[in-house]
């Protein structure tokens, strides 16, 4: 069973940074595509920022360069580096992962940018 566990979260000032992690089981994470995606209450999830097995990456546009997203395989780890918070980047953050047709995902971070 592949599990995903997301670490990192937490409360900052506006204009902060958090790094979040995400840590796979599965042997052949290099072949997944990984992705970061955010959701608020009363509203859909999002995608924040993805990156696959030949680490291409894709940006929401409100990250506005604001994230990195990045992978290390050896360790089985996406990571999401986030500068320059908004509160309106408050959210729980979910790692999602997808290999063919699976479909997985973290039990998510609560980012909270906040004075």
């Known amino acids: 069973q592949v599990q995903l566990v997301e670490s990192g979260g937490g409360l900052v000032q506006p204009g902060g940074s958090l790094q979040l992690s995400c840590v796979s089981n599965?042997?052949?994470?290099?072949?997944?595509?990984m992705g970061w995606y955010r959701q608020v209450p009363g509203k859909q999830r999002e995608v924040v920022a993805s990156i696959d097995e030949n680490d291409r990456i894709n940006y929401a546009d409100f990250v506005e360069g604001r994230f990195t997203i990045s992978r290390e395989n050896a360790k089985k780890t996406v990571y999401l580096q986030m500068n320059n918070l908004k509160p309106g980047d408050t959210a729980v953050y979910y790692c999602g992962g997808r290999f063919t047709e699976i479909q997985k995902w973290g039990q998510g971070a609560q980012v909270t940018v906040s004075s």
């Open positions: 599965t042997t052949i994470f290099s072949l997944w595509t």
